[in-house]
């Protein structure tokens, strides 16, 4: 599609700021349009189709985050408004053909996970349940409005599609008693199916909402998945702001308001352990049984990316707890090598630190010396393609996955402007 002038004028604003630094500056400005130049589709309604990449879906989480970057130009160029309109009504308009879908074909075309159990509708690349699509899409649309004033995304598709997403979560706080929902993949590794007859493992109640799928499109191993029940909770929150201001409809706000307490109540009551070392930190998963799974994954939410989300200050002390715990070898997905250290995931192989971790961790840092250590990971770590990637082998950066990965580059150059906004470059 044609790029917005407004953008490339962005990207020479910032790459003056990088002078000093030749390499950062070919990072982002390689990395900051590359939604635009390569994965983003125009459609004949209006509504614009994100491929993640190297995969050809469109991810409602995904497409979020790879047009995320670009909210600070929406609010002062058209063009970039529309083209975040756009993917707006894409993402809604999915949502209410499938809610329990991660991932979608361009047109209804049966592409995608096809002999996955129950079959997919024609339109559904793949039907993972994650909390995080939901949330995704939502915060996209609150943070659109909050930066143009623009009003108009909140049409009679959103207050639907809004419902459907409420109405979804509440079934999901009583999974086993009360939701449709399976999911069985047959033939692949044990991460990518929901066991015990598609329904994953036992939960109780806890107020939380079950989610089958992390964001990495792993399965959870207990039905809690709590950076996505806290990123819930601050899309709720966005509801009920919205719903206050366009709709008026006090019987959703208080709906959402009931909901949004008993995740929250849930998190606090369930999720905390009280860690030897760290003290008390949140647990990444838990099944209201006491069981708990400590670590984190790469992808957002994360614990680590807390504040990003919105859920708690980056000054908060359970998130300083939890963040030091995160950063640290206990974490057993943090891996160090010779290139660097960092955050990986169950996703990619033992010893790959993900591009998109470093970048949440300088997102979430007020510390010029942390900043500017990650960014030379991250500059060091291209295996000079140029773009950021997946996971790569901290002894060995060459040694990486998914050379076209939108997300990771959007996410990237984000990172890039936050540091140099904060004046450490």
Same mark, same amino acid.
């Given at each position: 599609?044609?790029?917005?002038?407004? /953008?490339?004028?962005?990207?020479?604003?910032?790459?003056? =700021?990088?002078?000093?630094?030749?390499?950062?500056?070919?990072?982002? +400005?390689?990395?900051?349009?590359?939604?635009?130049?390569?994965?983003?589709?125009?459609?004949?309604n209006g509504e614009l189709? /994100?491929?993640?990449?190297?995969?050809?879906?469109?991810?409602?989480?995904?497409?979020?985050?790879? /047009?995320?970057?670009?909210?600070?130009?929406?609010?002062?160029?058209?063009?970039?408004?529309?083209?975040?309109?756009?993917?707006?009504?894409?993402?809604?308009?999915?949502?209410?053909?499938?809610?329990?879908?991660?991932?979608?074909?361009?047109?209804?075309?049966?592409?995608?996970?096809?002999?996955?159990?129950?079959? !997919?509708?024609?339109?559904?690349?793949?039907?993972?349940?994650?909390?995080?699509?939901?949330?995704?899409?939502?915060?996209?649309?609150?943070?659109?409005?909050?930066?143009?004033?623009?009003?108009?995304?909140?049409?009679?598709?959103?207050? #639907?599609?809004? =419902?459907?997403?409420?109405?979804?979560? #509440?079934?999901?706080?009583?999974?086993?008693?009360?939701?449709?929902?399976? %999911?069985?993949?047959?033939?692949?590794?044990?991460?990518?199916?929901?066991?015990? !007859?598609?329904?994953?493992?036992?939960? $109780?109640?806890?107020?939380?909402?079950?989610?089958?799928?992390?964001?990495?499109?792993?399965?959870?191993?207990?039905?809690?998945?709590?950076?996505?029940?806290?990123?819930?909770?601050?899309?709720?929150?966005?509801?009920?702001?919205?719903?206050?201001?366009?709709?008026?409809?006090?019987?959703?706000?208080?709906?959402?308001?009931?909901?949004?307490?008993?995740?929250?109540?849930?998190?606090?009551?369930?999720?905390?352990?009280?860690?030897?070392?760290?003290? =008390?930190?949140?647990?990444?998963?838990?099944?209201?049984?006491?069981? +708990? =799974?400590?670590?984190?994954?790469?992808?957002?939410?994360?614990?680590?990316?807390?504040?990003?989300?919105?859920?708690?200050?980056?000054?908060?002390?359970?998130?300083?707890?939890?963040?030091?715990?995160?950063? $640290?070898?206990?974490?057993?997905?943090?891996?160090?090598?010779?290139?660097?250290?960092?955050?990986?995931?169950?996703?990619?192989?033992?010893?790959?630190?993900?591009?998109?971790?470093?970048?949440?961790?300088?997102?979430? $840092?007020?510390?010029?010396?942390?900043?500017?250590?990650?960014?030379?990971?991250?500059?060091?770590?291209?295996?000079?393609?140029?773009?950021?990637?997946?996971?790569?082998?901290?002894?060995?950066?060459?040694?990486?996955?998914?050379?076209? %990965?939108?997300?990771?580059?959007?996410?990237?150059?984000?990172?890039?402007?936050y540091a140099v906004d904060?004046?450490?470059?």
């Amino acid at each position: 599609m044609k790029v917005p002038s407004a /953008v490339y004028n962005r990207i020479e604003k910032y790459c003056k =700021k990088l002078e000093n630094y030749p390499k950062l500056a070919e990072l982002y +400005r390689n990395c900051y349009p590359n939604t635009l130049e390569t994965t983003v589709k125009e459609k004949d309604n209006g509504e614009l189709f /994100v491929l993640t990449g190297d995969i050809p879906a469109m991810w409602l989480r995904d497409s979020t985050a790879q /047009v995320s970057h670009y909210l600070p130009l929406a609010g002062e160029d058209e063009e970039t408004g529309n083209i975040i309109r756009g993917v707006i009504k894409t993402q809604f308009s999915y949502i209410l053909k499938d809610p329990y879908a991660n991932a979608f074909n361009e047109e209804a075309n049966s592409h995608g996970h096809i002999k996955d159990i129950p079959t !997919n509708s024609p339109w559904v690349w793949e039907r993972k349940y994650e909390i995080d699509s939901l949330c995704y899409p939502v915060r996209l649309a609150y943070l659109y409005y909050k930066s143009t004033g623009d009003g108009s995304i909140f049409d009679a598709d959103f207050e #639907k599609a809004a =419902k459907t997403i409420l109405n979804l979560w #509440k079934t999901e706080q009583r999974h086993f008693e009360n939701s449709s929902y399976r %999911f069985t993949r047959l033939g692949c590794r044990w991460s990518d199916t929901l066991h015990n !007859n598609g329904m994953g493992m036992p939960v $109780s109640y806890t107020g939380m909402t079950w989610s089958g799928f992390r964001p990495s499109d792993d399965a959870c191993t207990f039905g809690y998945l709590v950076p996505s029940n806290m990123f819930a909770v601050v899309a709720l929150g966005y509801l009920i702001e919205i719903f206050g201001k366009v709709y008026n409809d006090e019987e959703f706000i208080k709906e959402c308001d009931i909901l949004r307490e008993e995740i929250e109540h849930g998190i606090e009551s369930y999720a905390i352990y009280d860690h030897p070392k760290y003290g =008390k930190i949140y647990a990444c998963e838990t099944d209201g049984m006491g069981n +708990r =799974k400590l670590f984190d994954d790469a992808n957002v939410p994360s614990l680590l990316s807390i504040p990003y989300i919105g859920y708690a200050d980056k000054n908060d002390e359970m998130y300083k707890r939890t963040r030091a715990f995160i950063l $640290s070898e206990d974490n057993p997905y943090f891996y160090k090598g010779r290139f660097g250290e960092g955050v990986g995931s169950p996703h990619t192989k033992p010893g790959f630190i993900w591009h998109i971790a470093l970048s949440m961790q300088g997102l979430t $840092s007020d510390d010029p010396d942390e900043m500017r250590r990650i960014l030379d990971i991250l500059a060091s770590t291209d295996a000079d393609t140029g773009y950021m990637h997946e996971g790569f082998n901290a002894d060995d950066p060459t040694d990486f996955t998914r050379k076209w %990965f939108a997300w990771s580059n959007s996410i990237f150059a984000e990172f890039v402007e936050y540091a140099v906004d904060k004046g450490i470059l």
